[in-house]
């Protein structure tokens, strides 16, 4: 069965430093991946997400990740964080089949230091 | 466009009592998701629908019923709520399959 591990349940860095936010998957064929962010009291908004080609993908706010088949990863890192950056972030990955279900991983939460 | 609106906001119920949860989109989306989310545990899948007039269980079905009478919407009903089913749901929606989902604001729900 397909399954999603993040294993840091918190991370704090500090302003302007870099990011790297661990995701590992479970999955037969290629996945499907993504990853989305979910500000306090909020719904979650996609950050970008990895179907084929390019391994290395660009999403919203200055943020990418590196699929690693490999390895199992989709690690999600940005060079310079910000203190808006203070959220939880979720990878997931697609379920396959004609459901577009999607299974999540039980999030970061990542605290900004000034 | 509004995107994904779930409705209420907020709730609180007692123990046994009964309610729906209204989710609606106006992107003409096929496929409807409804999640709960618990500290801890992500989100986990309650029940999901690939088109009006379907409906299917997900990953924590038990409880829970839904409806999809029409494409923009999917309701979500508690008939006996119990203080287990406390916490926030997220209605969520997408376009075709391997797409990403597009979700609401979500719904905090207290059983007392």
């Known amino acids: 069965a397909q399954s999603v591990t993040q294993p840091d349940i918190h991370i704090t860095v500090s302003e302007g430093a870099s990011l790297e936010l661990r995701c590992n998957y479970s999955?037969?064929?290629?996945?499907?991946l993504f990853w989305y962010v979910q500000s306090p009291g909020q719904g979650l908004q996609l950050l970008l997400k990895?179907?084929?080609?390019?391994?290395l993908v660009q999403g919203i706010k200055g943020f990418e990740a590196e699929f690693k088949r490999s390895q199992s990863s989709f690690n999600l890192r940005k060079p310079s964080v910000h203190w808006s950056d203070a959220a939880e972030y979720f990878c997931?990955?697609?379920?396959?089949?004609?459901?577009?279900?999607?299974?999540f991983g039980t999030g970061t939460l990542l605290a900004v230091q000034p | 466009n509004a995107g994904v609106t779930q409705t209420p906001k907020f709730r609180v119920l007692k123990t046994g009592q009964s309610m729906t949860l209204l989710c609606a989109q106006d992107?003409?989306?096929?496929?409807m998701y409804w999640y709960r989310q618990d500290p801890g545990m992500g989100l986990r899948l309650i029940h999901y629908?690939?088109?009006?007039?379907?409906?299917a269980k997900g990953e924590v079905p038990d409880g829970y019923n839904v409806s999809r009478l029409k494409k923009q919407n999917f309701l979500l009903g508690l008939e006996s709520a119990a203080p287990s089913q406390t916490s926030v749901y997220f209605c969520?929606?997408?376009?075709?399959?391997?797409?990403?989902?597009?979700f609401g604001p979500g719904t905090r729900l207290t059983v007392l």
């Open positions: 990895y179907f084929s080609g390019d391994t």
């Open positions: 992107m003409n989306h096929e496929y």
């Open positions: 997931a990955v697609g379920a396959g089949g004609a459901t577009n279900k999607l299974i």
């Open positions: 969520a929606s997408s376009d075709t399959i391997y797409n990403e989902q597009f």
């Open positions: 629908s690939v088109g009006e007039g379907t409906t």
């Open positions: 999955y037969g064929a290629t996945p499907y």
